[in-house]
């Protein structure tokens, strides 16, 4: 019979080349639980594959968020729907099961600031990131400024490419600046290369009806919101900005001024 120190040699070997760091880090505590528990083969089997796919699991989320580049950390469970009526806590439930990503669907969150845009989208984001796709977080303005700063170095084609290839690219306060007009054919080149293809989420301060302003052309914004509203989920944030709220229960701001962000 083999020693019982060669075999786990050899298993500690067999682990590490099939890539299953987890157990190998933790096999001796699961041998020990396993005997303590006297756990069947298949039982012991079960507690090894569940644990090696939980720790995987782990780091593929771990790692979709650092390339993500959120700017902070927020997820949909510290949102306070009840706080903002206006969002629909369903359709926000739903969108996070990642099925809109399937379909390349787009989502438009239109709302004055403070009421919770770049929460729910940095929320829904990681929520896409857990479901297994991947995302990329940017604001409007550093998004435009990458696209003409690659345009004036001759190279608009890889950032397009760049731009094109995580599943779900998140575009933050969209509106918030006028665009330039060589920005707004740059980001309409984006919004078609992406079309049917990979899903967009937007966040704005500005109603569509007013994105022929924010774009500075009429018959561009058209185009533009033709495509994102092709296939979109649009939701209307109305209400009170949530900074505001924790400004004035510190007695800083009185309820008069509460309109005035
Ligand atoms: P917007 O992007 O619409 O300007 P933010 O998402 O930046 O607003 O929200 C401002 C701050 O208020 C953030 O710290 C955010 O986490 C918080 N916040 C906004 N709405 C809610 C809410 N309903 N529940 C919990 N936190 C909220
Ligand atoms: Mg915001």
Avoid: C
């Avoid at 001796?28 to 796919?53: G, H, I, V, Y």
């Avoid at 729907?81 to 438009?108: C, H, W, Y």
């Avoid at 004035?248 to 309109?259: H, Q």
């Amino acid at each position: 019979m083999t020693s019982p120190t060669i075999v786990r040699a050899r298993v500690a070997d067999s682990l590490r080349r099939l890539y299953l760091s987890a157990l190998d880090e933790r096999l001796d505590a699961l041998l020990s639980e396993a005997a303590r528990k006297e756990q069947t083969f298949l039982d012991f089997l079960d507690t090894l594959l569940t644990e090696e796919l939980s720790s995987k699991q782990r780091k593929r989320v771990t790692m979709g968020i650092s390339i993500a580049h959120f700017p902070t950390v927020k997820t949909l469970d510290e949102f306070d729907f009840k706080f903002q009526p206006s969002v629909d806590a369903k359709l926000m439930r739903e969108l996070a099961t990642g099925r809109f990503i399937a379909n390349a669907e787009n989502v438009i969150l239109f709302g004055p600031p403070g009421v919770g845009k770049t929460h729910l989208a940095i929320g829904l984001g990681r929520a896409i990131v857990e479901a297994g796709h991947s995302v990329l977080f940017e604001s409007a303005t550093a998004l435009l400024g990458a696209l003409a700063r690659a345009e004036a170095e001759g190279k608009l084609d890889e950032k397009l490419r760049f731009y094109a290839k995580p599943k779900l690219l998140i575009i933050d306060e969209l509106g918030y600046l006028p665009f330039e007009k060589r920005s707004a054919h740059l980001f309409f080149q984006l919004v078609a290369r992406r079309y049917e293809k990979g899903s967009l989420l937007i966040t704005t301060n500005q109603l569509v009806t007013h994105w022929g302003t924010v774009f500075g052309d009429e018959v561009l914004a058209a185009a533009i919101l033709d495509r994102l509203l092709h296939h979109s989920h649009t939701m209307v944030i109305q209400g009170e900005s949530y900074r505001l709220k924790q400004k004035r229960r510190a007695g800083l701001v009185s309820p008069s001024n509460t309109k005035a962000e």
